[in-house]
């Protein structure tokens, strides 16, 4: 384990998440923003691509293991031990259930499933099944007691693509900043501390301290007319406010990266 960055705003440590997780103390971060791995079938299934003219394509597969229900039930511990609020994770739908039971299970609350709905999703290639057209995120908390978020009556439904850029990105999973500028707009507090410990290339430092609103949309369609102005004065998320942000990852590349992406940011944003 090596503390690869330290700045006053964000720490990212290197070593294994798993071993990384048990060293804290309880209770010590407001928030839990991440994106793990997922699962076996997912990890196997994008390391090949069969469009319908019968070619095969090999996309280069991920270069992490994919998560068991065991792994899951260790880190709905850690998360449920180390947060005092909210628990978002972003999951393969295969394991949405097994993520919420699993933080039931050992004492914190599921309390919704969210979607990334993506305005630009890869078409099914083999044309003989949908494609899949968003991203689930379970929305989880430490205690379920006293609960408050920065979004007032918003639904949990994010919409936008990915950052543009993407094809070229040196990180396969990289999610959108303007989603994770969102997600931690939304859910923590004022100076709250903020721990992702599947770090991949950083976005969730990038969505924390951009300085200004990325690019992305809710999706606040709603049936009650006597709600829409509320939701419309309401329309744009809180941004972060004076966040900090620790970060765990394993790969030196990706650790590489977010220290490279976390450098374009001004140095006074970086400052406390
Ligand atoms: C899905 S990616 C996260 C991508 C990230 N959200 C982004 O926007 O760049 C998961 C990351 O977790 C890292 N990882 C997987 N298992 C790990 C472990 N046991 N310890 C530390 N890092 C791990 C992988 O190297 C990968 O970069």
Request: charge should be neutral; hydrophobic fraction near 40%; aromatic fraction near 8%.
């Amino acid at each position: 384990m090596k503390l690869a960055l330290d700045t006053d705003r964000v720490s990212l440590i290197q070593g294994d998440s798993f071993k990384v997780l048990e060293s804290f103390t309880a209770q010590s971060f407001d928030t839990i923003v991440t994106d793990p791995p997922y699962s076996p079938h997912t990890h196997k299934m994008l390391g090949k691509e069969r469009p319908a003219d019968g070619r095969q394509i090999f996309r280069k597969e991920l270069d992490f293991p994919p998560l068991t229900p065991d792994r899951i039930a260790e880190l709905a511990y850690q998360f449920v031990r180390l947060a005092r609020g909210w628990i978002i994770v972003f999951v393969d739908w295969r394991q949405t259930g097994t993520w919420g039971n699993a933080i039931e299970r050992v004492g914190g609350e599921w309390i919704r499933v969210g979607a990334w709905v993506k305005t630009s999703p890869m078409p099914q290639l083999t044309g003989d099944r949908p494609a899949t057209g968003h991203e689930e995120i379970v929305i989880g908390h430490a205690t379920g007691e006293g609960l408050a978020w920065n979004a007032k009556g918003r639904p949990c439904t994010w919409r936008g693509g990915r950052d543009a850029g993407y094809g070229d990105e040196p990180h396969p999973n990289q999610k959108p900043a303007w989603l994770i500028q969102s997600l931690i707009g939304m859910f923590n507090p004022t100076g709250g501390i903020v721990l992702d410990p599947f770090f991949g290339s950083g976005t969730t430092a990038i969505g924390a301290f951009a300085p200004e609103r990325l690019e992305g949309e809710m999706l606040l369609e709603t049936s009650c007319k006597a709600c829409a102005k509320k939701h419309l004065e309401a329309y744009h998320p809180p941004l972060p406010v004076d966040a900090r942000v620790v970060g765990i990852e394993g790969a030196q590349k990706y650790i590489d990266l977010s220290i490279a992406r976390i450098n374009t940011l001004s140095p006074s944003v970086l400052a406390a």
